[in-house]
């Protein structure tokens, strides 16, 4: 393998769970037997590699947050990439998080790598999220940046906005949707769910307080008064500590208390009982913070899956939805639109079907890489 053509860098190692990681791999995948080089950059061991992919891993830490918390491992991070870069020249260098774009663009801004190397950022934060102090940082750094990539329109303008008012310029703004990757690609046409004759209502997260888990208990208790025996609620919470496991714990107990093995917890579960999970779900809600999510990859997730998806007002999530109908505030208005779902059987299966639709038309795979492989090959052949 010659020099890397393309250099994707992440905060992250490639075998971590994350939203970012996700979209990693599955650019690298799509793109392994393309006549590109590619390469990443990436913190600690990645112990699942693709072929025709070279890795460049630096130091033991998996996460570049981590390796922060440590200033002289970070200024060696820093320095390591600045050798990487120096040595394999890539045409493109394509950050995928915060933390290695800042790393990239202060690189470049101090000429430490060559001033042509072109720099593109897919951003996921909403800009609304960010503090004043980070906010500054992305000004001073974005000077250096010369495609901007958001995953929706929503995000976009909000970044675009503050390009204007910091008169910064861009050489091209992308917004490439999210896809939930190959396994969610296909459906099985076949499947029956075990739970006949009955709506069952599902919430997947981080235990975090963005996601709002006691909206979700809330709306979970009132649809259960109004649907009785009639309703199943399943919850999939990743938690990132014991604290954070204890607490989604509780929430599980208390919503058991009240509606018994009709209520049904999990956490931190594998991927295979994730894709079990979605396909027994009739309605998926997101019930995330105001302005909370830049995308909601689990809302497209939940639709290749054939479900009926709703959402608070959180963002991105409201472009992927696509129906204002479905984008609620409070437990009752959601426990309202569950209910008419139940009693309205005909309307919740074609919700479903254009659902399964929309994923195929805006968020598959192959949308995803063809966008990535025009932007890429737009450069490269400049």
């Avoid at 609304?128 to 001073?140: D, S």
């Avoid at 009926?308 to 204002?324: A, I, P």
Wanted: charged letters at 25%; a negative charge.
């Amino acid at each position: 393998m010659g020099n890397v053509e393309i250099m994707l860098c992440s905060d992250h190692s490639l075998d971590t769970i994350g939203g970012a990681q996700l979209s990693s791999n599955i650019i690298l995948n799509g793109l392994k037997e393309s006549d590109y080089n590619l390469g990443v950059i990436q913190p600690g061991k990645n112990s699942s590699k693709l072929e025709n992919v070279e890795y460049f891993e630096i130091g033991d830490f998996k996460s570049i947050k981590t390796v922060a918390r440590h200033p002289f491992k970070f200024i060696n991070y820093i320095k390591q990439v600045k050798n990487i870069l120096n040595k394999e020249k890539p045409s493109i260098v394509h950050t995928q998080a915060q933390a290695n774009f800042f790393v990239v663009a202060f690189l470049k801004k101090l000429h430490l790598i060559s001033k042509d190397t072109y720099i593109i950022h897919t951003e996921r934060g909403l800009y609304l999220k960010y503090n004043t102090f980070i906010q500054q940082v992305f000004r001073l750094m974005m000077k250096e940046l010369n495609t901007l990539v958001t995953t929706t329109q929503f995000n976009m303008e909000y970044w675009q906005a503050a390009l204007d008012k910091w008169n910064i310029s861009l050489e091209d703004y992308k917004i490439i949707e999210n896809t939930a990757g190959q396994h969610f690609e296909s459906y099985d046409e076949n499947y029956v769910s075990p739970y006949k004759d009955k709506l069952v209502l599902g919430f997947v997260g981080r235990w975090n307080y963005v996601k709002n888990w006691p909206l979700a208990k809330e709306i979970s208790l009132i649809a259960n008064e109004r649907l009785g025996e009639n309703l199943i609620v399943k919850m999939a919470i990743s938690c990132d500590d014991k604290e954070a496991e204890k607490e989604a714990k509780q929430l599980f107990k208390e919503i058991e208390n009240q509606m018994g093995d009709r209520f049904q917890g999990a956490i931190n579960t594998t991927f295979d009982k994730m894709d079990q999970f979605y396909y027994d779900l009739d309605v998926y809600i997101l019930t995330t913070l105001k302005d909370g999510e830049s995308f909601g990859r689990t809302i497209v997730e939940a639709m290749s899956r054939n479900t009926v998806v709703m959402t608070t007002d959180s963002g991105g999530s409201v472009e992927v939805v696509n129906d204002k109908q479905l984008v609620l505030n409070t437990a009752d208005e959601f426990a309202e639109e569950i209910l008419y779902y139940f009693e309205n059987p005909q309307k919740m299966e074609e919700k479903k079907k254009d659902n399964r639709q929309r994923v195929k038309e805006v968020y598959s795979l192959n949308n995803n890489l063809a966008k990535h492989k025009e932007l890429y090959s737009n450069i490269l052949n400049r």
